[in-house]
């Protein structure tokens, strides 16, 4: 008997050809309604059957893996100008505007940011490097004297929420309503602004707790 499997046969033309359609297909339609878009809508945007794409994308996941974390890669291009940035307030400003304006650019990329969908392991993967190279820019502004001391990473995500909360609600009738929204949380960030708060940032369980519970059943 044999002990392992034989290589992976390369796919057809024609599958090469439904696969890229429905990668394309897929990066429209989650981008302007949202990571829980119909499968149905992709399908027909590629001009494939729904048993095409489940041949190629078994799980809405599928999709995800293969989408979310190039996306995520022009976080990275983000985070890398506000480090570079001589200015660490300019830079922490500058990282959060771009962050949120690529998520009013994409639907789909304001669902993962904000965890609104189980991710798998890659996909989680690729926004932990993300948040891990956010907090060398949090580090930097506060070390400046700019951000206010007692702002803490586990902060961000609430950050992220609030604003991918009003990206997603305003989007279709205000889509610079963020913007306003960004500036008034920047203000109060300030370290000049800055007075003592009364209620500590959230334990790490707790921030897994409240994502489970603000998630749709499936």
Same mark, same amino acid.
């Given at each position: 008997?044999?002990?392992?499997?034989?290589?992976?046969?390369?796919?057809? /033309?024609?599958?090469?050809?439904?696969? @890229?359609?429905? *990668? =394309?297909?897929?990066?429209?339609? &989650?981008?302007?309604? $949202?990571?829980?878009?119909?499968?149905?809508?992709?399908?027909?945007?590629?001009?494939?059957?729904?048993?095409?794409?489940?041949?190629?994308?078994?799980?809405?996941?599928?999709?995800?893996?293969?989408?979310?974390?190039?996306?995520?890669?022009?976080?990275?291009?983000?985070?890398?100008?506000?480090?570079?940035?001589?200015?660490?307030?300019?830079?922490?400003?500058?990282?959060?505007?771009?962050?949120?304006?690529?998520?009013?650019?994409?639907?789909?990329?304001?669902?993962?940011? /904000?965890?609104?969908?189980?991710?798998? @392991?890659?996909? *989680? =993967?690729?926004?932990?490097?993300? &948040?891990?190279?956010? $907090?060398?820019?949090?580090?930097?502004?506060?070390?400046?004297?700019?951000?206010?001391?007692?702002?803490?990473?586990?902060?961000?995500?609430?950050?992220?929420?609030?604003?991918?909360?009003?990206?997603?609600?305003?989007?279709?009738?205000?889509?610079?309503?963020?913007?306003?929204?960004?500036?008034?949380?920047?203000?109060?960030?300030?370290?000049?602004?800055?007075?003592?708060?009364?209620?500590?940032?959230?334990?790490?369980?707790?921030?897994?707790?409240?994502?489970?519970?603000?998630?749709?059943?499936?």
């Amino acid at each position: 008997m044999a002990t392992s499997a034989g290589p992976t046969r390369p796919l057809r /033309a024609d599958a090469v050809r439904n696969r @890229d359609r429905l *990668l =394309a297909a897929a990066k429209q339609v &989650f981008g302007e309604r $949202g990571l829980d878009a119909p499968l149905e809508e992709i399908a027909r945007r590629a001009e494939v059957s729904i048993g095409t794409l489940y041949n190629h994308f078994p799980t809405r996941e599928a999709f995800f893996d293969a989408i979310i974390p190039e996306r995520l890669a022009a976080l990275e291009r983000i985070t890398a100008a506000a480090l570079a940035d001589p200015d660490p307030w300019r830079g922490f400003t500058g990282f959060l505007e771009g962050l949120f304006a690529l998520q009013a650019e994409d639907r789909g990329l304001n669902d993962a940011m /904000a965890q609104r969908l189980p991710l798998s @392991d890659k996909v *989680l =993967a690729s926004c932990h490097r993300g &948040f891990e190279l956010a $907090g060398q820019v949090v580090e930097r502004a506060k070390e400046s004297g700019a951000l206010r001391a007692d702002f803490d990473m586990r902060d961000l995500p609430l950050l992220i929420w609030a604003i991918s909360q009003v990206i997603r609600e305003s989007t279709g009738v205000a889509p610079q309503a963020w913007r306003r929204c960004l500036a008034f949380f920047l203000d109060g960030l300030r370290a000049d602004a800055a007075r003592p708060l009364a209620v500590p940032a959230l334990a790490w369980e707790q921030l897994g707790e409240i994502r489970l519970r603000t998630m749709p059943e499936r």
